[in-house]
């Protein structure tokens, strides 16, 4: 049974971290290509896009690994 919730909870919320993900590398690469083009601002633009990938791709797969390791601690004995 504890299987069936995982698989249930990983099918609810793979779309909205996949959602997630596109909007804010759709988000990043606006912002990339409608800031001027000094060099400082796009190193720092690039900067910033790189943290915010990195994480939400890290928080995505917590979430992932979470679910999937996770589940009621009284299932096991």
């Given at each position: 049974?504890?299987?069936?919730?995982?698989?249930?909870?990983?099918?609810?919320?793979?779309?909205?971290?996949?959602?997630?993900?596109?909007?804010?590398?759709?988000i990043v690469i606006n912002f990339i290509t409608t800031w001027p083009e000094s060099l400082p601002r796009q190193i720092l633009i690039?900067?910033?896009?790189?943290?915010?990938?990195?994480?939400?791709?890290?928080?995505?797969?917590?979430?992932?690994?979470?679910?999937?390791?996770?589940?009621?601690?009284?299932?096991?004995?």
């Open positions: 049974m504890s299987q069936i919730k995982k698989l249930g909870t990983l099918i609810l919320f793979l779309p909205i971290l996949l959602v997630s993900n596109y909007l804010t590398f759709t690039a900067a910033t896009a790189s943290v915010c990938l990195t994480l939400n791709l890290i928080v995505s797969a917590g979430l992932i690994c979470g679910i999937v390791r996770g589940g009621d601690s009284d299932d096991e004995i």
